[in-house]
């Protein structure tokens, strides 16, 4: 039997079937059911005498049966032997089955009903096209066992009462795996349906809130660029004019926050031109020279992902200003298969790398947290007196996948 039979199933998939446990309790209830039918057999002379179960041998395989029925539903959730220790407990039921069919008239017993019972179950807990040949082992252990009886015409009726066996058990076996895919394709569907009307009932959302937003917040910052424009006019005072100055350019920043935030919540975010706008804006209040430029091939990233990568590029271009002294700083997005590195170099006077960082200085700490929430690295390259490079490589999924940032340590 392949090692496939053993693998998860379809039952993972969102839209699969039931897990394998409830499958297994399925099988659990049939055969206590089986169970008490075989007690009945045990304690009914003359059936014990049809069905070859006289002695003290039909006991011992009878708690064997209850045993292992027992262990296989204990261990159906356990993630490496529960579905091998199944597989075994449905061979030993083959096994019990024939014994029981042979001394009540072999392939003509009424007994092989249960073939099809287990056949059923097989396919139901081991949906794999091999899995059918255990039942089918079975009908040709029995079939050569009666064919080896002689008779004037049993041997032609056997092997017809085999073929009509085998015929069930393959259309049992075909129905089960053209039911199970039908369902499997209805269910994805559904499930496809719920996760487009969960997108569009978020992105009614976020555009609500986008307006709300928008009409309260932004007003009251554009009020406050408004009224801080007309206080510098109106004083004379040159200190307090730089104050109303850097309260006017913080207004400013503020509100193209959150117009940056309402683009994203929009999605209509383009990562490029933020990152381009941002590192010329840089460039226009520091004076420092520099330049943003995109290598490789763009690749659709989620919105979570653009913006960490938005938030980099702020704290390493705040890092350059508040400490590099530095006369040009150049910004790189690069696109490599399956990353995306944002490398932002300056000319500035560096720092020992090796060096612990200072306490209370938490820039480069929250740019590693970033990044790993998005199973990336932040590689830092500096010297004193030769500047310094920030390297930071972010894993972009696969197209259909989503891998859901790891959670943000607050602090």
């Avoid at 004379?236 to 730089?242: E, G, I, N, Q, V």
């Avoid at 960082?357 to 390259?381: C, D, I, S, T």
Wanted: charged fraction near 20%; include cysteine; proline fraction near 5%.
């Amino acid at each position: 039997m392949a090692w496939a039979a053993f693998q998860p199933a379809a039952a993972r998939r969102p839209g699969g079937a039931a897990p394998f446990s409830d499958r297994v309790r399925a099988l659990f209830y049939a055969r206590v059911t089986f169970l008490a039918v075989g007690l009945a057999v045990l304690a009914v002379p003359a059936w014990s005498a049809f069905v070859g179960t006289t002695g003290f041998v039909p006991f011992v395989v009878y708690f064997g049966v209850v045993a292992y029925a027992v262990i296989s539903v204990l261990l159906a959730d356990h993630p490496r032997i529960g579905r091998p220790v199944t597989f075994a407990t449905l061979v030993l039921d083959l096994v019990v089955l024939t014994a029981m069919v042979l001394p009540s008239g072999g392939l003509k017993s009424p007994l092989m009903a249960g073939h099809i019972v287990l056949t059923v179950f097989f396919i139901l807990l081991f949906p794999q096209p091999l899995t059918v040949l255990a039942p089918l082992t079975m009908l040709a252990v029995v079939s050569g066992l009666n064919l080896s009886v002689p008779g004037p015409a049993g041997g032609a009726q056997d092997l017809f009462v085999l073929v009509w066996y085998a015929t069930l058990c393959l259309i049992v076996a075909y129905v089960m795996w053209h039911l199970r895919r039908r369902d499997e394709a209805r269910s994805n569907e559904l499930w496809r349906l719920s996760k487009g009307q969960e997108r569009a009932v978020i992105g009614e959302e976020r555009l609500r809130l986008s307006r709300e937003i928008h009409d309260g917040l932004g007003a009251c910052l554009s009020s406050l660029i408004i009224q801080s424009e007309y206080i510098h006019r109106l004083t004379t005072d040159a200190r307090l004019r730089r104050e109303i100055a850097e309260l006017k350019n913080q207004a400013e920043e503020a509100i193209e926050e959150l117009r940056r935030s309402l683009t994203m919540m929009r999605r209509d975010f383009d990562l490029h031109a933020a990152l381009a706008e941002h590192t010329q804006r840089f460039v226009d209040r520091t004076g420092v020279g520099g330049e943003f430029k995109v290598r490789g091939r763009g690749r659709r990233m989620p919105s979570e992902m653009q913006l960490a990568i938005f938030r980099l590029l702020q704290e390493s271009l705040a890092n350059v200003h508040k400490h590099a002294q530095a006369g040009r700083v150049d910004v790189r997005l690069t696109y490599d298969a399956d990353r995306v590195a944002l490398t932002v170099s300056d000319d500035g006077v560096g720092f020992d790398g090796d060096a612990r960082p200072r306490r209370g200085h938490y820039g480069l700490a929250n740019m590693h947290e970033r990044a790993k929430r998005f199973r990336g690295a932040v590689e830092v390259q500096s010297a004193e007196g030769e500047g310094t490079t920030v390297h930071t490589t972010l894993i972009i999924p696969s197209e259909g996948s989503h891998v859901a940032p790891m959670p943000e340590r607050s602090g």
